[in-house]
C-alpha cells in the first residue's frame, strides 16, 4: 500500500479516532496509553503533561511507537515508530494550537510560555500540556480488521513496511 494512502488517512482521520502511544519505563517496560494526535506538516502532534507517566518516559527516552487503526473502507491499521521530542519553539506552538482550535475544534487552548494551557485532558492529564512532535523513522500499514468481509482478498491492501 502506497505511503500516500496511509498519510492521508493520517492527515484526514475519521471521528472519533484513537491512536495509542507505547513509550518505555525506567525499567524497560512498556507503558501504553491513548491519545488524540494531529498530522501537520508531516509530524503527529499531542500534548502531555509532564507529570503524567508517558510525558516523563518521554523526557527521558524520546522513543515510541503510535498506533491507530483507519475505518475508511478499505480499513487499514497503521503503526509508526520514531520519537517524541518537545516542541518549544513559538512559532510551532501557536501553529500547532491554532490548528487544533480550528480545524479539528478543540476546546480554546492558549499558549504561555512554552506550555499548552487548556480544559482537563482525559488522555493528557492535568494541565499544563506540554506539545510534543512525533517523527517516524519506521512505519507499517497492514489491512484492517473493519469491513474486510466485504473486499476480496486480492481487493485488501498488503502489509508494507515504510522506512523514513
Known amino acids: 500500500m502506497p ?6 488517512r493520517l ?31 508531516g509530524s503527529l502532534y499531542f500534548l502531555s503533561g509532564l507529570g503524567t507517566r508517558k510525558g516523563s518516559n518521554l523526557a527521558r527516552d524520546p522513543r515510541c511507537a503510535i498506533t ?6 478499505p480499513s487499514i491499521d497503521i503503526i509508526l515508530e520514531g520519537e517524541a521530542v518537545r516542541v518549544t519553539d513559538a512559532d510551532t506552538l501557536a501553529h500547532v494550537v491554532e490548528f487544533l482550535t480550528t480545524t479539528m475544534e478543540w476546546p480554546q487552548l492558549d499558549v504561555r510560555d512554552d506550555f499548552v494551557y487548556g480544559p482537563n485532558a482525559p488522555t493528557a492529564g492535568p494541565p499544563p500540556y506540554a506539545l510534543f512532535r512525533f517523527t517516524p523513522s519506521t512505519g507499517f500499514g497492514l489491512p484492517g480488521m473493519t469491513g474486510m468481509e466485504q473486499f476480496d482478498p486480492s481487493e485488501l491492501p498488503t502489509p508494507t513496511r515504510y522506512r523514513f
Open 3 to 8: 505511503w500516500s494512502t496511509v498519510r492521508e
Open 11 to 41: 492527515e484526514q482521520p475519521e471521528r472519533p479516532r484513537t491512536y495509542w502511544l507505547a513509550t518505555v519505563d525506567p525499567d524497560g517496560a512498556p507503558h501504553v496509553m491513548p491519545l488524540i494526535t494531529a498530522w501537520i506538516d
Open 68 to 73: 491507530t487503526g483507519s475505518t475508511t473502507l
